[in-house]
Nanobody, 122 residues
């Protein structure tokens, strides 16, 4: 079955950096859409970055464009989210998601989710 495991979250000061990892198993990883989402307390889950089928198309939310970079390593079945210049408003639980269809940043497009990793910027 599809399994997604996030790691790399933590506490960081404003202006700092973190790299999140999403390790996948149970599906043909390189053919899927992979997205990073985040959810802050009291807010809806929002799309942060997505990568289509190993890099064919990459999209970012306007709030993170220029600061975050998504990348994929098919040999390791992993997707990464490099986060630079972090701000307190980036504080949230970050989730990795996968879909067999073409998806960008629409949450409802994804049907496989990890359990999340917490990022706190303070």
């Amino acid at each position: 079955h599809v399994q997604l495991v996030e790691s790399g979250g933590g506490l960081v000061q404003p202006g700092g950096s973190l790299t999140l990892s999403c390790t996948a198993s149970g599906f043909p990883f390189s053919t899927y859409s992979i997205g990073w989402f985040r959810q802050a307390p009291g807010k809806e889950r929002e799309g942060v970055a997505s990568i289509l089928r190993g890099g064919g198309r990459i999209q970012y939310a306007a709030s993170v464009a220029g600061r975050f970079t998504i990348s994929q390593d098919n040999a390791k079945n992993a997707v990464y989210l490099q986060m630079n210049s972090l701000k307190p408003e980036d504080t949230a639980m970050y989730y990795c998601a996968a879909s067999s269809v073409i998806c960008d940043l629409a949450r409802t497009c994804y049907n496989n989710w990890g359990q999340g990793t917490q990022v706190t910027v303070s």
